[in-house]
C-alpha cells in the first residue's frame, strides 16, 4: 500500500496485484492482467478480467486530487453532439444542512470540472441511441476486447453449461455489443461527465459483474475512506461502485470518488433529496428531486438508481407484510405517497427524468423500492406489482433511447428464486437485471455475504447481469475496509461459479489452471490464480510457514509422508508410461449398472496386461524417465 | 468458555449459548435450545435444534476424564441381544510407529472400557434390523421428538416448497423414522459402545444435517485441541463430526473424542490402517484392515467411511483427469491396487466387513474415493463408475440389515449438480447422501467454506441428507477454532437454506422470528435468534457501541433520523389504525401487466378514501394511541 501526497491525506492502495502484471490489449488498449506462472509448469500466462483500473499499474501517476486520466474524452468529444456549459453552482445544502461548518472534515475536490458537458439541443448521446442507428462506439470496442478475454483460447473448450436461454456469443464482436445495447439487453453506463471510466457491459449474454456500494452514513464515515474503499473494492474486482452516502458532505465526497474511479459509479438521488430537506420526507419536491439529478449528471453518475416504481396503490399492500418496506429509497417514496395521498413524483415525472438521462447518458437502475425484506415477503404482491410498473417504465426509457436495468431482491429462499429472473425477464423485455444478493434465508446475521452469495450464484446463474454485493456487517453496521473486501470476493466467486455454470466459454479456464497448479503442488501460482491471493498464502503459512513449504510437493493435510495428489501423480504417470490410453478403460454412455458392469469386464481385461506389463517394469510406481 | 480441570488439561467452552436455555422434551428428554424472546414482543420462546450436548447445560457435571452420562447404555442392555468381552488389546503400531514415545504428548484416556459390547452370536443390532422386525427403538422415538421441533406450531403454515419429489411428513411420528430406517431412505449411526450420544437421523425427509471434521496430522494438532474443536464444531451446529486424524497418537485420540462427544463419530479407518504400515499403502492387507475395524467398533465409532467403490478397473479412469484422485482414501486404494494389480480388498471382503457392522450396529459411509477434485472433472466417468459400485455395495449391506450412506462429492458447476443428485438416488436406492459441498469453483481458495456452501444448499435442496462442512483453510491448511466454527456456521445456513426450499414445515418460524425482531429494533433478540449471536453482536457493536444503541429505533446504516424500518412501521400503523384492511389492495393472482393495471385502478380507488380519511386525522404518520 502506498500512502499518496495529496493536499489532503487519501491513502489508496497501488501496485500490481501479486503475481500478475498489467497488459494493454489491442487498438483501444484495454486493460488486463497477466498472471504469470511458474516456468515448470510450461504453460502460457492467464489473462484474467480487471477492474483495478490505473491503481495496479506501477507505471501510472497517481494524484488523487487531480483524478484519473479521461481515457473516454476524445471518443466523446469526436462525435460532436455535446456543448459545455457553465455548471450548476454548488450550494450549501448539497453538503447537507447540519451546521454552519458544511465541510465537516471534507475538503472541496480541488479539481471541480467547471463546465460540464451535455447533449447539444435535440441530440442524444447515450450508447443505447448509437447502437440504434448502426454506430459502434469506441465504446463498444472496448467492451468486445474486455470480455472477449481468453475466448480463442477456448474456442475448442465445450462449454457444456445451462444458460437458461441466453445467447452467449463463442466470440464476442464491437457488433455484437452493440444489437445488445441496442435492444436493450445490455447497458454501458458511461456518462459523459466520467471520461474516467473503461468501458464495461452489464447484460445476460456478458460476464456476471458485481457492485459493491460504499458511502458515509449519517453517524459514520469520511471521504478519505470512502475514496479508499472505492479503490479496494475495485481491486478485488468490483465492476461498478455505488455511492450511497447519506448525512453531511454528500456532494464533495461523491465528486472524490468519481474523479478517481474507473469503473461507473451509480448513486440513489433520492438520498441527497433527503438530505437537502432536512430528512423530512414529505417535504420533497420534484423540483428539488431534478436539480439533485442535474447536480449529479454534471459531477458524472453513471446510472441512478430511481424508485418510480413505489406507486402510490401498492404502498398498502407492504403493510401486512413481516418486514414491511425495508428500501431506503422505496420507504422514502412510500412516506411522501401516503403523505400526500398522490401518486410519486418519480412516476409522474419519469419521462422528465428520461430527458435529463439521455442528455448525459446515464443508465436508469429501476429501483425496487418494495423488495423483500425477509423470507415471508419474498414474491409477494408488492413485489410483483412494483416489477409491472418496473416493466412498463423500462419500455418508456427505451422509446427515448435511453439505458436501463432493473433491481432486484432481497431476501428470497432458493425455490422462488427463478421465478423472480423468469418474471423480470418476461415484464421488462430482457432488460439487465440487478439484484441485492438475493439472501437464502434471515437468520445468519454477520454471514450475510454467504447467505446471499449462495442466492446470487444461482440468480446468476439464471440469467441476473450484476450481482449487488452483500458485506458480513449487512443487517448490523457499517462495513469496513475487510468487509468490502470479503463481500467483493464472495461475489467475483458467485459470479463466476454462474459464469461457468451458463457455460461461458471462458470461464472454465482459470479453474483449470488454478487446479492444475494446485495438483502439481505449484503453491505460488495456486495462490496467484486465486481471486484472493494473500489471504490464500496467509492461510497457507498459518500451517507451514516455513518458505521451503510453497515448493514441498505435499500440504498440511497429509503430511510430507503420503499425499493423495502425489499418488494420483503416479497413477498418471503410471499409466503415461505403460504408453496406454486410458481409452481402453473409457465407460460408454452411462445407463445404469448393467453398462457399467459390462464396461467393467472390458476394463479388467486392460488391467491384467497392464499388470503385466508393470510387472515386468519392476513394479515401481516411478519409472526413470525416458526410458 | 470454562476451563475444566481434569487429569489432562482440556479447555472446553461450556454454558449456556447466549440467549437460551436449555431444555429437555418428552418422555425421551431430548435435548432443545429455546431463545426467549423480549417481553415487549409478545411472542413465545423460539425453540431450535440443539447439537450441543450437555456442554451447554449450566446444571450438567462435565468432566473430561470420564467423559459424557450414557444415555442409550440402558436402552441398548434392555434389547438384550448384546454381550459384553474383553476388548482387544491396545497395540504400539495403534498410536503410530513413530518412534518408542508412543505417547507424544496424549495421555491414555483413563476411562478406558475394558469390557465392550458387541451382538450376541447370530444378531444384529443395527437400528435398520429393528426397524425392518417392527420394532421402534427409544432411539427412534428421540429422534421424531427432536425432528419434530417447531412443527405443531407450524401445521397451519403453508410450506410452498419444491421438495423434488422428498416425503416430508407435517409431523414425524415413531412409526415415520422407523419406516425411513426400514426403507434405507434414512440412518440412525449409533455404535452400541457409544452409549453416550443423543440419537439423530440422517435422511433425505428429515432436516438436512451438516459433521464437521476434525483431526490431528503428521505435521500439526494435539488432543487437547481436538476434543476442544469437536465440542466448539458441536456447540455451533454439528450433526456429527469425523475425526480424520492421521499420524501419531491416533487411538488416543480417538477415545478421548468418542468418550466426551454427544453427537456419532466417524472415521476413516484406512487413515490408521495406513500409519500402522508406515505409510506405505501397498503393505496394507485385509487383516490389519480388519483389526483396526474391530479396533475402533469397541472404542464406539458410529459410521466407518469405507471406499470400497475404488476398484481396480476405474483407477486408470482417473489418470486423464486435471486433478486425478483427491480423496486420500481413495488414492490409498488406488495405489493398492496398481501394486498388487489386484482388485481391492475392501471390495473383495465387503461381506466380512458387513459382519462387523452389524455387530456393532455402525453405519457404512461408502466412501466417494473417485470423486472430482476440481471443475474440470466433475460427473466424469470415474466418479459414476464409482457410484454404481456404491449402489451395488448399498443393496449388498442392506440385504443385511445395515445402515448406509453414500458420498458425494466435491467439486461440481452449479448446472452438474443436480445430476448427481439424482443419479445417487437411482442408483442407491435413496440411500442418504452425504455431500462435501461440492464447491461450485476452483478460484478461491481460502474462500472455499463459501464457494462450497453454495453447492452445499443447492444439493441439500435437491435431496442431499448431510452436508459435509468446509472450513476456510481448505487446499491450504489445517483449520482451527475460528475456522471450524466458520465452516460449521456456513453449513447450517446452506442446509436451513435447503430445508426452507425444500418446504419443511417448521424451518420458516425462526426465519420469521428473527425478520420480525428485526423490523421492531429488538437487537438482543435478533443477535440471540440467529446461528451465531456472538458474530452479529460484535459487528453491530463495531459501529454503534453504545449499550443504547442496542435498542435504539435505528441502525447504522440510516442513522437515528431516517429509517426504513421505522417508515414501514409508519405504514403498517397507518393502515391499521384506518381500521381498514390492506386486503382491499390485493392484487389478484397476477397473470401479466393488464391484471396489474386492473388491481391497480381498484387500489386508487380505495387509496383515495384512505387520503380523505387521512386528511380528516390531521395527516400524522403517528397517531394517537388508543384513538
Redo the contacts between chains.
Sequence with gaps: MADINSHIEIGVTTGPIRGSRKVYVGERRVAMREIELEPSSGEPPVRVYDTSGPYSDPDAQIDINTGLPQLRREWIMARGDVEDYEAREVKPEDNGQLGPDRSGGVPGYPNVVKRPLRAKAGQNVSQMHYARKGIVTPEMEYVATRENLGREMAREAAS???SYGAAIPSLVTPEFVRDEVARGRAIIPNNINHPETEPMAIGRNFLVKINANIGN????SDVASEVDKMVWATRWGADTVMDLS??RNIHDTREWIIRNSSVPIGTVPIYQA?EKVG?V?EDLTWEIFRDTLIEQAEQGVDYFTIHAGV??????????????????G???M??WC??H?KESFLYEHFDDITEIMKAYDIAYSLGDGLRP????DAND?AQ??EL??L??LTHRAWKEDVQVMIEGPG?V???KIKENMDKQLE?CGEAPFYTLGPL????????D???S??GA??IG?YGTAMLCYVT??E????P?RDDVKVGV??Y???A???D????HPAA?L???A???A??EFRWRD??N????PE??E???????PAEGAKTAHF????????C??Q??????D???KQNQS?D????AQ?S??DA??A??KA??E???E??EK??EKG?E?YLPAEE
Design positions: 457444456g453449461g445451462e452514513s449519517a453517524v459514520a447519506t448525512g433527503l430528512g420526507a406507486r402510490l396503490p401498492y404502498v398498502p399492500m407492504a403493510a401486512k407484510r413481516v418486514t414491511g418496506i425495508v428500501s431506503r422505496g420507504s422514502i412510500a412516506k401516503l403523505a395521498h425484506g425477509s423470507i415471508a404482491e410483483f406489482a409491472y410498473t416493466g412498463e431476501h429462499p432458493m425455490h415484464v437464502v434465508t434471515d437468520i445468519a446475521p454477520g454471514y455475504h454467504i447467505t452469495g449462495i450464484a444461482q446463474w458480513p456487517k443487517h448490523l453496521g457499517l469496513d470476493v464472495t467475483k466467486l458467485a463466476h461459479a454462474a461457468l455454470a451458463k457455460g472454465q482459470r479453474d483449470d488454478l487446479s492444475k494446485r495438483f495456486q495462490f490464480l486465486s481471486l484472493d489471504t490464500a496467509e492461510y497457507h503459512d498459518q500451517t507451514l500440504c498440511s493435510m497429509c503430511g510430507p509422508k503420503f493423495s495428489m499418488i494420483s501423480q503416479e497413477v498418471r503410471f499409466a503415461a486410458s481402453g478403460f473409457i465407460m452411462q445404469g449398472a457399467a458392469e464396461s467393467r476394463a479388467e486392460g488391467m491384467r497392464m499388470a508393470y510387472a513394479s510406481l
